[in-house]
């Protein structure tokens, strides 16, 4: 009776076992058979409620009672020590486990009728030693427990086959196999939804599963939404004991990983509140500590980092978790200046790490390459390091696992970048020419490694690797000047530029390339209409997904079934993809195209007017390489705290207060200013010649508008008067503009783009009717601080000038709607658009342009960055004429994260955008002298340049600060809006005349 209800109603099935086991006890049973399977059932009872030592007692007595018996039955004495190697398991004494499954395999031969039994060992030895990490082993069992479900009566078995199919992905992602993995997934979903239902548990597990093998392939957009949904099933089935905190660890961890530290600590609480078992709590507690850690809190950190360590000793931890409890108290160490205290853990790390996984595995790969960034980092000894870092690289070419996952490739590459950074070290230290060129020759290897990697990912997730492969590009760089320097070789200069290339922007260059292919490989207008129409469905999911999380009072039964649908979309969009590339060899020749342009290609661009300086800047080391007509020049500059709290100064105008200006202030601004020119735009050969210049700026070199740099530092006046109008800027003798880097500024995506065609302007201008609140100077200013957007009293003013002097439409006030602007935009060869934005620096695709709120909601006026990825545009220019649309936050790898980059992946060549909050008649006027020049046929950064000096020449005092006319730049491409050369030569006379009358009022005031 309690044998048949036991799989289907499992508290009426325990009961009656009770009574069993009660029974047992009272009447003193005789029968050794029936007394056997009493024990078995009753271990098989303490198993299921956690009590395994007590199971472990109750399955030896069957056993020994089994064997006792005049004949022993091989079958059922295997039968308990298979239970009795999962109760060894659930213990996670591993080695127990595998003598108990082992004597199994010698209970029951292979032509035994008990296949389920053969079967279900089989399966056990292969969890096991997937657990251990003796993968390669792990799938061979996984194969053989494959055979026999293929071969016998048990494939009848639904949900026999469901559970194989599960654990089945499970091995496949552990080898690597995450194709394999996604296949048996969707197998064992497609059995529990037939047998149970959509919702049942297990589903949850899958989709867990589905999530970490989306995390192991950098995929984490997907890895959230798999484990959202896994979050939801497991609230609805109210396990919250085990599931809901454990999915919670697991998003906790994806946060981490993606740097949202915050959210992170969010996860990780809530996970706790749920008082799970000591296991789960002690995973949550390290997930705290190393949230706190990045977030810079380390009393936090170490009262977490200290539990964990107390955890470790309680009942019922896996003995796996010390190897990492360990790792990561050691990287604390680190960070809190206790190298040495940290070395101790690492090796205690180590030697958990060989208990459990013997002596060649990838986990004493990963550590044994840390233990050599101590010796590099910490100590400064390269020679010791080195030794280390060739001993990890050794257990990872010798490591047993058929295919590495995207994860594992990661840490691999780590071991062979500690190799490269060692030698630099050992050249460095010794002086031998030997040690640089094999660094050179190791830094080559592992960034074509990363690279490999880095195609295979989606944008987002290449940001996060960006971060790994910044300081790799940095360091290569570094050792090709020495190179360079030491040798005279030009073509280490070559290959430092395309390091310097490939270190920037690669996420937006590899999505540019993906479009290009698009629109290229002459795919079918009903492909291409498809893949148009899921990504632009996916776009708006993603918005109304995002507006409802930001809402006080989010509905929770509307957010799960957007996580799902928005999977779903995505799962269409990738097999789409995947189509396309097959069918279409030239679309994925174009899309994965890895190369970046070179110096000659560079070179071959420009005209003889023209100079194009590319920097890298690192903690320590400005690198600058600067092409033109007289040739390249490769430089480095160290760099200290003088030079960081200059340049710190300089962004820092945009809190410019006017009215607290004083000579102080005048003279640290010119300080300053001097300083920086020297280091990033002296001896570059500028000072004799009006070269207009394409800048390719660096980490917080991004912010900083190079136009305001003086080329000296004129000493002050006998009157000591503020005169910012009179200094000697960059601009006045140099156009400048600004690009993500040059494969991207001369990117064929761009050529499309006719410069001779249609110049017709649309201006958008949105009425706003919130509280104005006072900007930094004046009020009206664009402010981005506060959802309760204020009105913009010259915006319209601005919009309809600015569309008229070009013969254009002006849409303003409540006709200013964002599905206007996405339904008309493509029609316009200029766009201009004079409105608010919100800069969202955690989440910067959700930074957002602010059109009319027409239907007075959270989603109608907002126009994110992902939408303007999927706009079809046409414009040659777009001016973002609204406050910081060129500010927003610094990712390494990748550079600044602007509502910018959305228009260059619609393939807008040129843009104009402000660095900070624009004081709106200053910006008016100087976006009417602006289009007046293109108008005239100047080149889009002469006439920048020439707006920015007529605003300066006719400005007061106050209004001279190069607060009001430096925050308009221009990134990207430069050629006339207007095919007018004899205008432009005129303007190249004045320009030459002007620079002469400025330089002599400059002369006479220093003279004075």
């Given at each position: 009776?309690?044998?048949s ?19 047992a ?5 005789t ?5 056997a399977?009493?024990?078995?059932r ?16 109750s ?5 020994s ?10 079958a ?15 213990l ?9 499954f ?12 008990f296949k ?12 096991t ?6 993968y390669?082993?792990?799938?061979s ?12 009566d ?11 199919y ?10 690597g ?10 197998i ?6 037939n047998?149970?239902s ?12 589905k ?6 392939n ?5 890895a ?13 089935n109210?396990?919250?004991e ?8 697991n998003?906790?961890s994806f ?5 949202n ?7 990780s ?12 709590r ?26 964990t ?15 990492k ?5 050691a ?5 809190s ?8 853990y690492?090796?205690?790390?180590l ?17 044994i390459?840390?233990?050599?960034d101590?010796?590099l ?16 690289i ?21 071991a ?18 030997p040690?640089?060129l ?10 074509d ?44 200069l ?38 148009n129409?899921?990504?632009n469905?996916?776009?708006t ?9 930001e ?26 993809i ?40 690192t ?33 820092s ?21 001097h ?10 050969g500028?000072?004799t ?8 700026p660096?980490g ?16 002050a ?18 156009p ?7 494969t ?20 958008f ?15 009206g ?10 009105s913009l ?7 309809v ?8 439409k002006a ?8 599905e206007?602007?996405?339904r ?18 955690t ?11 027409e ?32 500010s ?13 980059r ?24 100087l976006?009417?002298?602006y ?8 080149p ?19 209004k001279?600060?190069?607060?009001f006319?430096?925050?308009?730049v221009?990134?990207g491409d ?19 005349i ?14 004075d």
């Amino acid at each position: 009776m309690a044998d048949s209800l036991e799989s289907k109603h499992q508290e009426e099935a325990d009961s009656l076992l009770l009574q069993v086991f009660q029974m047992a006890i009272t009447h003193q049973i005789t029968d050794s058979v029936l007394l056997a399977d009493i024990y078995h059932r009753q271990g098989k009872y303490f198993d299921r409620h956690q009590k395994y030592k007590d199971a472990l007692l109750s399955f030896d007595k069957s056993i020994s009672i089994k064997i006792n018996i005049s004949v022993p039955d091989s079958a059922l004495i295997a039968q308990s020590y298979n239970y009795k190697g999962i109760a060894y398991m659930r213990l996670y004494y591993f080695d127990s486990a595998l003598i108990c499954f082992n004597q199994v395999l010698e209970l029951l031969s292979e032509e035994t009728k008990f296949k389920r039994d053969l079967y279900d060992v089989n399966l056990n030895i292969g969890i096991t030693h997937a657990i251990t990490g003796n993968y390669d082993k792990a799938y061979s069992y996984f194969q053989k427990a494959y055979n026999i479900l293929q071969t016998s009566d048990i494939v009848k078995d639904s949900l026999l086959v469901a559970g194989f199919y599960l654990n089945y992905g499970l091995m496949a992602t552990s080898v690597g196999k995450t194709n394999e993995a996604i296949e048996y997934y969707a197998i064992s979903e497609e059995y529990y939804k037939n047998i149970r239902s959509e919702r049942y548990i297990t589903i949850a597990a899958i989709n867990t599963n589905k999530g970490m093998n989306a995390y192991y392939n950098y995929d984490f957009p997907k890895a959230k939404l798999f484990t959202s949904n896994a979050l939801d099933i497991y609230i609805e089935n109210l396990d919250f004991e085990t599931g809901v905190p454990r999915t919670l660890y697991n998003l906790g961890s994806f946060s981490i990983r993606t740097g949202n530290y915050s959210e992170a600590l969010l996860y990780s609480k809530q996970g706790l509140s749920y008082s799970p078992d000591n296991d789960l709590r002690l995973l949550l507690t390290l997930n705290l500590a190393r949230s706190y850690k990045l977030l810079d809190q380390p009393d936090e950190a170490n009262t977490h980092y200290r539990q964990t360590l107390q955890l470790l000793k309680l009942e019922n931890i896996s003995k796996t978790r010390a190897t990492k409890v360990y790792e990561q108290y050691a990287e604390f160490l680190f960070y809190s200046n206790q190298p040495d205290s940290g070395y101790l853990y690492l090796q205690k790390s180590l030697k958990e790490s060989r208990r459990l996984y013997g002596p060649l595995s990838n986990q004493n790969a990963q550590l044994i390459t840390t233990i050599g960034d101590y010796f590099l980092d910490n100590k400064e000894q390269p020679d010791s390091a080195l030794l280390y870092y060739r001993k990890a690289i050794t257990l990872w070419n010798n490591s047993d696992s058929l295919q590495l996952d995207n994860y594992n490739k990661t840490l691999k590459s780590k071991a062979f970048a500690g190799e490269a950074r060692s030698l630099a070290a050992l050249a460095k230290k010794t002086g031998q020419l030997p040690h640089l060129l094999q660094s050179e020759k190791a830094f080559g290897k592992v960034l074509d490694q990363m690279l490999s990697l880095s195609l295979t990912l989606s944008t987002e997730n290449k940001l996060v690797l960006g971060d790994m492969l910044k300081p790799l590009y940095q360091q290569a760089i570094g050792v090709e000047y020495l190179l360079f320097k030491k040798t005279g070789d030009i073509a280490y200069l070559h290959k430092a530029f395309k390091f310097a290339e490939s270190a920037k922007s690669a996420a937006l260059l590899a999505s540019v390339n993906t479009q290009y292919a698009l629109k290229t490989a002459d795919l079918p207008d009903k492909v291409f209409n498809f893949e148009n129409q899921i990504k632009n469905e996916m776009a708006t999911l993603q918005r109304i997904l995002a507006a409802e999380k930001e809402k006080k009072t989010p509905d929770e039964r509307k957010i799960p079934y957007y996580n799902h649908r928005l999977l779903g979309l995505m799962n269409r969009y990738d097999s789409l993809i995947h189509q396309i590339e097959i069918e279409y060899p030239k679309y994925y020749e174009l899309k994965y195209n890895s190369g970046v342009a070179g110096v000659q290609e560079i070179t071959d661009h420009l005209n003889m007017n023209e100079v194009f300086i590319e920097y890298e800047l690192t903690d320590t080391t400005l690198y600058r390489i600067l092409l033109g007509p007289s040739g390249t020049r490769f430089d480095a500059t160290r760099v200290d705290s003088n030079f960081f709290d200059a340049l710190t100064r300089l962004i820092s105008l945009k809190n410019t207060h006017i009215e607290v200006e004083n000579r102080q202030r005048y003279s640290q601004f010119k300080q300053d200013a001097h300083l920086v020119y020297n280091l990033l735009l002296g001896n570059a050969g500028l000072e004799t010649n009006d070269h207009r210049i394409t800048i390719v700026p660096d980490g917080l070199l991004g912010y900083l508008p190079f136009e305001i740099l003086i080329e000296s530092n004129p000493p002050a006046t006998t009157s000591g008067e503020i005169d910012y109008c009179n200094l000697p800027y960059v601009i006045i003798h140099h156009p400048i503009s600004y690009a993500p880097s040059g494969t991207l500024k001369y990117n064929p995506f761009f050529s499309k783009k006719d410069q001779n065609g249609i110049n017709n302007m649309l201006a958008f201008a949105p009425l706003y009717q919130g509280k104005s609140k006072p900007g930094k100077v004046e009020e009206g200013a664009r402010s981005n601080q506060s959802h309760d957007f204020g009105s913009l009293p010259y915006a319209k003013k601005e919009a309809v000038e600015v569309s008229a002097l070009m013969n254009g439409k002006a849409i303003t006030d409540s006709l200013a709607t964002k599905e206007t602007f996405k339904r008309i935009a493509g029609k316009y060869g200029l766009l201009h658009l004079a409105m608010h934005t919100h800069i969202n620096d955690t989440l910067p695709m959700m930074s957002k342009l602010v059109f009319y709120d027409e239907k007075n909601d959270s989603l109608s006026p907002y126009l994110n960055i992902y939408e303007i990825y999927g706009l079809s545009l046409n414009a040659k220019q777009v001016t973002l004429s609204a406050c910081n649309t060129g500010s927003g936050k610094f990712k390494k790898g990748e550079g600044i994260m602007s509502l910018a980059r959305g228009f260059l992946f619609a393939g807008v060549p040129s843009i104009v955008m402000t660095l900070w909050e624009v004081q709106d008649e200053n910006g008016a006027l100087l976006m009417n002298n602006y289009y007046q020049f293109l108008k005239d046929g100047l080149p889009k950064d002469v006439a920048l340049q020439q707006a920015k000096i007529s605003v300066l020449k006719h400005a007061n005092m106050a209004k001279s600060h190069p607060f009001f006319w430096s925050s308009y730049v221009l990134m990207g491409d430069t050629t006339p809006i207007v095919n007018n050369q004899k205008n432009y030569a005129l303007w190249i006379g004045g320009l030459i005349i002007i620079g002469i009358i400025l330089f002599y009022s400059f002369r006479k005031q220093t003279h004075d």
